[in-house]
Nanobody, 120 residues
Framework: QVQLLESGGGLVQPGGSLRLSCAAS????????MAWYRQAPGKERELVAT???????NYADSVKGRFTISRDNAKNTVYVQMHSLISEDTAVYYC??????????????WGQGTQVTVSS
């Protein structure tokens, strides 16, 4: 079994910063691409950023220059550092990992989500 557990969400004022973490645990053999998605009320889930196992990154235009995705392969953990937050960043943030289990099963796994609210 595999679990992805996010942490670090909360309430922050406009212009502030937050760092989200997501740790994968369980019967993991290897992890490929890890990513952060978000879903605002009444909107579809959207991709925020991705990072490959060798550190190549990609960002949504809306967060370029403000968010930084990183990972610690030894800890099976992905992070997103968010700066200059605006109200439009308010959403539930989900981490995602494409991984292979010890049993050889490959699939996408999702965390349960963590709320980020940007408000004064």
């Amino acid at each position: 079994q595999v679990q992805l557990l996010e942490s670090g969400g909360g309430l922050v004022q406009p212009g502030g910063s937050l760092r989200l973490s997501c740790a994968a645990s369980g019967t993991i053999f290897s992890i490929g691409v890890m990513a952060w998605y978000r879903q605002a009320p009444g909107k579809e889930r959207e991709l925020v950023a991705t990072i490959t196992s060798v550190g190549d990154t990609n960002y949504a235009d809306s967060v370029k220059g403000r968010f930084t995705i990183s990972r610690d392969n030894a800890k099976n953990t992905v992070y997103v550092q968010m700066h200059s937050l605006i109200s439009e960043d308010t959403a539930v943030y989900y981490c995602n990992a494409y991984l292979r289990t010890i049993g050889g099963y490959r699939n996408n796994y999702w965390g349960q989500g963590t709320q980020v609210t940007v408000s004064s």
